[in-house]
């Protein structure tokens, strides 16, 4: 085999947990294959590469076999190879470290798992443990 489907190669070498998620992303134009946007229904060859945009960081895999049936996870390696750039995993790691959520202007309130990490984010550690019932009243009695 010469050719397969991107959809099918994606979710085969474990790119995409479903052929449905891996032809979606083609259809929002996540896909490109050696630059051009990619359909679910356009084959792979021998050597393409395929880039995956997962915000905030583009993945880019060489093509080194096409295949259209799903292989454990040690095969991987065989069946593809990933050349992504080493500045888009710096781009992955300042995103872990800043914590920002990136959210499109407008698409309205942050959720409860966003707020709790605002939350946890912004209060101080030592305030958590502290204990304010102290009376200074009894202090001044026992000089």
């Given at each position: 085999m010469s050719e397969a489907r991107i959809d099918k190669w994606m979710w085969a070498v474990r790119i995409f947990k479903t052929r449905t998620i891996a032809a979606e992303a083609c259809?929002?134009?996540?896909?490109?294959?050696?630059?051009?946007?990619?359909?679910?229904?356009?084959m792979v060859?021998?050597?393409?590469?395929?880039?995956?945009?997962?915000?905030?960081?583009t993945y880019s895999f060489k093509v080194l076999q096409?295949?259209?049936?799903?292989?454990?996870?040690?095969?991987?390696?065989e069946m593809?190879?990933?050349?992504?750039?080493?500045?888009?995993?710096?781009?992955?790691e300042m995103s872990?470290?800043?914590?920002?959520?990136?959210?499109?202007?407008?698409?309205?309130?942050p959720t409860k798992k966003d707020r709790r990490s605002l939350d946890e984010f912004t209060t101080p550690e030592f305030m958590d443990d502290f204990n304010f019932d102290f009376d200074f009243d009894d202090e001044e009695e026992d000089e």
């Open positions: 259809k929002k134009g996540r896909i490109s294959i050696n630059g051009v946007q990619a359909k679910a229904a356009r060859k021998l050597g393409d590469i395929v880039q995956v945009r997962k915000p905030p960081i096409t295949i259209e049936k799903r292989v454990g996870a040690k095969l991987v390696p593809m190879e990933n050349v992504t750039p080493s500045y888009q995993y710096e781009l992955l872990r470290i800043n914590g920002f959520v990136n959210r499109a202007k407008g698409t309205g309130r």
